[in-house]
């Protein structure tokens, strides 16, 4: 079946400018997550949904950035003013289970943010 | 210290050889460990899971927990120059959803 897909795959902004990522998680998952890779770096998290709420937010680096989800499909990861430190890969990935389990996470291809 | 930690490497291995890759975890209550596969530019896949005490394989993998000693490794056994890719160790803490993850060791497979 069909993997997590994100949009677009590169984006390139201006400093300053809002940008506003885009995933859509496999059929059928409930739970979603966006995680942020810099250049040679590992994967932070950012941002948790169970459904359409977001349990845990406690990896969002500032208030520029937000995310929401509608019911268990689409989200949207939107940073406001960006900065040049926001440059990065934005990987969504999906789980079948989010509330205990195994939460096997299967990831996106990434949005490739880079800000001048 | 470090929630995820792999050795920094890099690790070159010849073709047919085992290459062994560690993790170590610092939270006692950690639920479930991954292993990932990220090829150069491309997003993180998934190769194995593990949840208990001791070895599971799957085909050329075994992945190996100690929650006693708090590690988790990766074994890849006959290794080919497709495995040449860094390896994500990851782990999803109790009480969290979330993946932490570790920098990764890159693994080269010299044919």
């Known amino acids: 079946g069909a993997g997590v897909s994100q949009s677009p795959s590169n984006k390139v902004t201006e400093k300053g400018k809002d940008v506003e990522l885009r995933c859509d998680p496999i059929?059928?998952?409930?739970?979603l997550y966006w995680y942020r890779q810099r250049l040679g770096q590992g994967l932070e998290f950012l941002i948790y949904f169970q459904g359409n709420s977001a349990p845990d937010k406690s990896g969002l680096p500032s208030d520029r950035f937000s995310a929401e989800r509608t019911g268990e499909s689409v989200s949207t990861l939107t940073i406001q003013r960006t900065q040049q430190e926001d440059s990065a890969v934005y990987l969504c990935?999906?789980?079948?289970?989010?509330?205990?389990?195994?939460?096997?996470?299967?990831f996106g291809p990434g949005t490739r943010l880079t800000v001048l | 210290q470090k929630e995820v930690e792999q050795n920094s490497g890099p690790l070159s291995v010849p073709e047919g050889a085992i290459a062994s890759l560690n993790c170590t975890y610092s939270d006692r209550g950690s639920q479930s460990f991954f292993w990932y596969r990220q090829y150069s530019g491309k997003s993180p896949e998934l190769i194995m899971s593990?949840?208990?005490?001791g070895d599971k394989e799957d085909g050329r993998f075994t992945a190996q927990l100690n929650k006693a000693s708090q590690y988790v490794s990766l074994l890849i056994r006959d290794s080919q120059p497709s495995d040449s890719a860094t390896y994500l160790c990851a782990v999803r803490q109790g009480g969290s959803e979330k993946l932490v993850f570790g920098k990764g060791m890159k693994l080269t497979v010299n044919p």
């Open positions: 593990i949840y208990s005490n």
């Open positions: 059929s059928g998952h409930t739970a």
């Open positions: 990935a999906s789980s079948l289970i989010g509330g205990g389990g195994y939460n096997e996470q299967f």
